[in-house]
T-cell receptor, first 114, second 113 residues
């Protein structure tokens, strides 16, 4: 069975700092990769996704993620965070060609101090 | 455009009472539907998914059950709630024709006392 690890449970940054959240998965086959974000009091929403092609994926609000197949990683990055980026971030994986389920990581709470 | 609704938004129930949470999707047909439970620090755990009316797959054995009486309606139920059923329950959908990302509802916060 596939699994997803997010090693940072809580990250605290000051505004303008750079962000990198780690995500590693365990599955040897072809995968689809996602980052979801949950802002306080809002729905869980998609930040970005990778299905194929360029391993550097750009999402909304200046976020990007890089798929490194050899490392089974899909880390999320942002060069300069804002207070409004305070939220919980979830990495998720499903096997390519399967809509049956997403496997989620345990989430990373990001707090950005003004 | 597609929208997904869940109700109630919050619920406080005593141990041993029944449960019924409802999820409906608008603006699409034949969606895949999912129930997740989100526990603090533990991410989202898939409970059930459905690829069609009356078709339910259970991912985790537990005190809960799911039903899909209509194409765009997904219900999460329990006959007798346990304390451990407390949590945040999310419904999600995606297209049955393209294996795309899932779209989530606003969730239901359930507290079992």
């Amino acid at each position: 069975a596939q699994s997803v690890s997010q090693h940072n449970h809580h990250v605290i940054l000051s505004e303008a700092a750079s962000l990198e959240l780690g995500c590693n998965y365990s599955y040897g086959g072809t995968v689809n990769l996602f980052w979801y974000v949950q802002y306080p009091g809002q729905h869980l929403q998609l930040l970005l996704k990778y299905f194929s092609g360029d391993p550097l994926v750009k999402g909304i609000k200046g976020f990007e993620a890089e798929f490194i197949k050899s490392k089974f990683s899909f880390n999320l990055r942002k060069p300069s965070v804002q207070w409004s980026d305070t939220a919980e971030y979830f990495c998720a994986v499903n096997r390519a060609g399967s809509a049956r389920q997403l496997t989620f990581g345990s989430g990373t709470q990001l707090t950005v101090l003004p | 455009s597609q929208t997904i609704h869940q109700w109630p938004a919050t619920l406080v129930q005593p141990v041993g009472s029944p449960l019924s949470l409802e999820c409906t999707v608008e603006g699409t047909s034949n969606p895949n539907l999912y129930w997740y439970r989100q526990a603090a620090g533990r991410g989202l755990q898939l409970l059930f998914y459905s690829v069609g009316i009356g078709q339910i797959s259970s991912e985790v054995p537990q005190n809960l059950s799911a039903s899909r009486p209509q194409d765009r309606q997904f219900i999460l139920s329990s006959k007798k709630l346990l304390l451990s059923d407390s949590g945040f329950y999310l419904c999600a959908w995606n297209s049955g024709f393209s294996y795309n990302e899932q779209f989530f509802g606003p969730g239901t916060r359930l507290t079992v006392l």
